[in-house]
């Protein structure tokens, strides 16, 4: 039986398959959605403007021609055409080369090349005899392609060219001098007929018009009756006319004197200026402008709105109060700490709300809220770099706005109509699941971006290496774009379900939530904005917020106040060696016997920031080493925390790990580290929830607070396991 590889598969798309393995290999195709995607993904590939060629270097074998070709002739072994497959599918530049000489040389083999018989003969004459025969007949060799021509003797329907033929037979060089003086003279004949045709055409006789008689036509055949003239009349006389007075004819008038034409002036070619065409659809698009200046000016009180100027001075506040309003500067970040929302007018013209969010608001992989804002180009109304996480724009022109936005290496020019007119951006970086785990460097992290329309209509443009317009985005239709397969997606309806869990509700998108939690969340976050009275108290004020110690905090608060901080202290964290080490007070709480709730907000905040920068695992295992954690555990933490689960289809062999010891002296989750068994769990609780995000408070753990040797805690671990196995029999995600 034919088996599915990328080269059947490609003999699949060409068509160049027996009919039987055709069908079956089309079964197969038609059971796999992965099939389905990599068949589209091929011919997108193929046809994709701008993709460059593979760089040939000594490391990348896919890259060699001779390679590439001895793979479509099956002439490779085993490990070099599994090694030549795995480039084609993770890159997009090898599978297109594969693909398209695969292409090429089907139509090669299939299509006849039809040669000149001149041009035929010129090539044999570049080689001396006998080495070449420059009289040998082309027609009696087969064409590039292997298939002859039709023979002479053969029907009209065997030849390709039959219709064009109108019913003659093919002119060839094997055919007879009579033959060809036959095909002359009858040529020469419809000439002379068509001219003669011609001729008496244009010779015209006039026409004598018909006799018209009066009367009935039965009058024709009657006699004529017989005239008798009329008796004389005298001729009377008529009196003559007047002669009509003609008026003189007005003399005319004389044309008005010419003006005399000033001499022609000298234009100096360096006096004139070239008109800017504008850019092109595949001209780069420029970087954003470097000049500094006031840009923005933060519009809610009572919100942390944090900014890290650009002498790179450490964070600090924005909008301490009402009396406030000092400007924030292009090119500096402005970060909305976790859970505030907080609204950003751009040069009076463009509204940006940033839009912070915690779990305890809404499980999703959004936290802080980070942009920086440029001057913009000519032609735009703002130009905004979004650094991570989520943001609203919105037109404080009645007449709309245009936007430049920069999400990752995309660049979307975003047309806004009018004011009432929501767009959502959104970043959001991530470690795939199943990423390998590395020290340094490894795969970076996925980029995922999208933009949304929450109310009215808005257009999408971009330029630059990708070109893609749309001009109109409807509401609840998003664009999608992500790094790993660098494709942006055409406009596709958001589901109700998914507005829901992704908070894009119908009306207020800035009033996310209701409930209790809701509400006490908002009044924890404000008190701690409140705590904040000078610009630079900021990050002293979070700190003291981790705890333990909380004697100004109510009990009742204590938990929440904490995990808020904690959110609050890893978004502020640098991707540098500096920014790890501020760090420190969280590993402590990892480390601590604090309420478990804290410990898990703890694990999801080093899960963002590590995703935030493919440098930052390397940043963060000293400060780990630092804490008094080994190597290998610090390397097992740094594991657990770049997608170690995937949490729609968990691998069931790293969910074993979770609660089985195998190679290891104990399970991660029974391992005598507590920072080890909270990341455990961590994992465990985001395949149960089916959430990039798990929230502790709808997972009941039981005994996870007792110790690791106690009976209480082998009941836990006998619990866990049995929640594993459910995992492993689960069929699809509730969840998409």
Not at 212 to 223: D, F, I, M, R, Y
Not at 561 to 572: F, G, K, L
Not at 620 to 635: R, T
């Amino acid at each position: 039986m034919l088996q599915l590889t990328l080269r059947t598969l490609l003999a699949y798309i060409d068509d160049t398959l027996e009919p039987s393995q055709a069908q079956a290999l089309g079964k197969l195709v038609a059971e796999s959605d992965e099939v389905k995607e990599l068949v589209e993904r091929i011919k997108k590939v193929t046809r994709r403007r701008g993709l460059t060629t593979p760089v040939l270097n000594a490391d990348d074998d896919a890259a060699d021609p001779n390679t590439v070709a001895a793979y479509l002739d099956n002439a490779l072994d085993p490990a070099t055409i599994k090694q030549v497959e795995e480039t084609c599918l993770t890159s997009d530049v090898h599978l297109a080369e594969v693909a398209a000489c695969h292409q090429i040389l089907t139509l090669l083999l299939t299509e006849p090349a039809r040669v000149p018989p001149r041009a035929h003969r010129r090539m044999y004459q570049l080689v001396p005899a006998p080495a070449a025969a420059p009289n040998r007949q082309p027609n009696k060799a087969l064409p590039i392609g292997g298939i002859a021509p039709p023979a002479p003797e053969s029907p009209d329907e065997a030849d390709p060219d039959a219709a064009y033929l109108l019913g003659m037979r093919r002119y060839a060089s094997a055919t007879t001098w009579a033959a060809r003086f036959a095909l002359v003279g009858t040529a020469a004949l419809l000439l002379v007929f068509l001219a003669g045709a011609a001729v008496l055409s244009l010779q015209r006789t006039p026409v004598d018009p018909p006799e018209v008689t009066l009367g009935h036509s039965s009058q024709l055949s009657a006699p004529a009756p017989v005239v008798v003239p009329p008796a004389p009349v005298p001729p009377v006389s008529k009196p003559k006319d007047k002669e009509p007075v003609v008026p003189p004819k007005p003399k005319d008038k004389e044309p008005d004197p010419v003006p005399p034409m000033p001499p022609p002036r000298k234009i100096d070619p360096a006096d004139v200026t070239p008109v800017d065409p504008g850019p092109g659809l595949g001209d780069p698009i420029p970087p954003a402008s470097a000049v500094v200046r006031d840009i923005a000016t933060v519009k809610t009180t009572r919100a942390l709105v944090v900014t890290q100027p650009t002498d790179g001075a450490g964070w600090v506040r924005l909008r301490i109060n009402d009396k406030d309003d000092r400007a924030v500067e292009s090119n500096s970040a402005v970060m909305a700490l976790p859970g505030y929302k907080a609204d950003v007018s751009v040069d009076q013209r463009v509204l940006v709300r940033l839009w912070g969010n915690v779990p305890e608001q809404l499980p999703y992989r959004v936290f802080e809220s980070r942009v920086k804002f440029h001057v913009p180009p000519t032609g735009f109304d703002a130009d905004i770099t979004l650094l991570g996480g989520r943001v609203y724009l919105k037109s404080e022109k009645p007449t709309g706005a245009k936007v430049r936005l920069r999400v990752g290496p995309e660049v979307w020019d975003v047309t806004i109509p009018d004011a009432n007119t929501d767009v959502l951006a959104e970043l959001v970086s991530w470690y795939a699941p199943g990423t390998p785990y590395a020290r340094k460097d490894g795969t970076k992290p996925r980029l995922e971006a999208r933009v949304a329309v929450a109310l009215g209509t808005a257009a999408l443009e971009t330029r630059g290496t990708r070109f893609k317009k749309i001009d109109k985005l409807s509401r609840w239709h998003q664009v999608t774009w992500d790094s790993s397969t660098d494709t942006m997606s055409d406009p596709v309806l958001i589901e109700a379900d998914q507005r829901q869990r992704e908070l894009l509700l119908d009306r207020d998108p800035s009033d996310p939530l209701k409930g209790d939690l809701y509400k006490q969340v908002q009044r924890l976050l404000t008190a701690t904005a409140d705590k904040v009275t000078t610009r630079e108290l900021v990050t002293s004020v979070v700190k003291e917020r981790i705890g333990p110690e909380l004697p100004d905090v109510p009990p009742g608060d204590r938990g929440l106040v904490s995990r808020m901080a904690i959110y609050a202290r890893a978004a502020m964290a640098d991707s540098s060696p500096d920014g790890a080490v501020s760090l420190s007070p969280l590993v402590d709480v990892l480390r601590s016997e604090l309420p478990w709730l804290a410990r898990q907000a703890v694990v999801t905040a080093l899960v963002n920031w590590v995703a935030r920068d493919v440098g930052n695992t390397e940043r963060l295992l000293p400060v780990f080493v630092g804490k008094s954690l080994s190597e290998n555990s610090a390397d097992a933490l740094a594991r657990l925390l770049r997608g170690f689960v995937s949490p729609l289809k968990p691998d069931p062999a790293r969910l074993d790990e979770l609660v089985a010891a195998g190679d290891r002296r104990h399970p991660l989750l029974g391992d005598p580290e507590v920072a080890l068994r909270e990341a455990a769990l961590w994992n465990l609780m985001a395949a149960k929830l089916e959430s990039w995000v798990p929230l502790p408070l709808d997972y009941n753990v039981g005994n996870v607070g007792a110790k690791v040797d106690s009976d209480e805690y082998r009941a836990f671990l006998r619990s866990m396991t049995n929640e594993v196995e459910g995992l492993k029999k689960r069929g699809m995600p509730l969840k998409k």
